[in-house]
């Protein structure tokens, strides 16, 4: 059982910068590849943005791009997801998630399938 912590959501406006965070914890300390999603008001979760356990893959969605960077502290355990440029688009809920068993063949997955256990999500509105 792997315990997801999500934070830093909050409102910005348009053009502003926000940092999420998503500390992982489980009985064994392990260290794993996780990824975050959002999610919009009727519309289907979607991938944000990924980095393996190791840090040195990463991938983004093509809307966040440029704009959006991901990283960790595998000393803490810790994801981050720095936003910036944000816009109302960007308006959704968040979530982290954890893939326990890593996959070589697809290191950062952006199938929301492929993880495990999800955090609670964390709100982010841009307001224009």
């Known amino acids: 059982q792997v315990q997801l912590d999500e934070s830093g959501g909050g409102l910005v406006q348009a053009g502003g910068s926000l940092r999420l965070s998503c500390a992982a914890s489980?009985?064994?300390?392990?260290?794993?590849?996780m990824g975050w999603f959002r999610q919009a008001p009727g519309k289907e979760r979607e991938f944000v943005a990924a980095n393996s356990w190791s840090g040195r893959n990463t991938n983004y969605a093509d809307s966040v791009k440029g704009r959006f960077t991901i990283s960790r502290d595998n000393a803490k355990n810790t994801v981050y997801l720095q936003m910036n440029s944000l816009t109302p688009e960007d308006t959704a809920v968040y979530y982290c998630a954890v893939e326990v068993l890593w996959d070589m063949s697809d290191p950062a997955p952006r199938v929301a399938t492929k993880y495990d256990y999800w955090g609670q999500g964390t709100q982010v509105t841009v307001s224009s």
């Open positions: 489980d009985r064994t300390g392990s260290t794993y590849t």
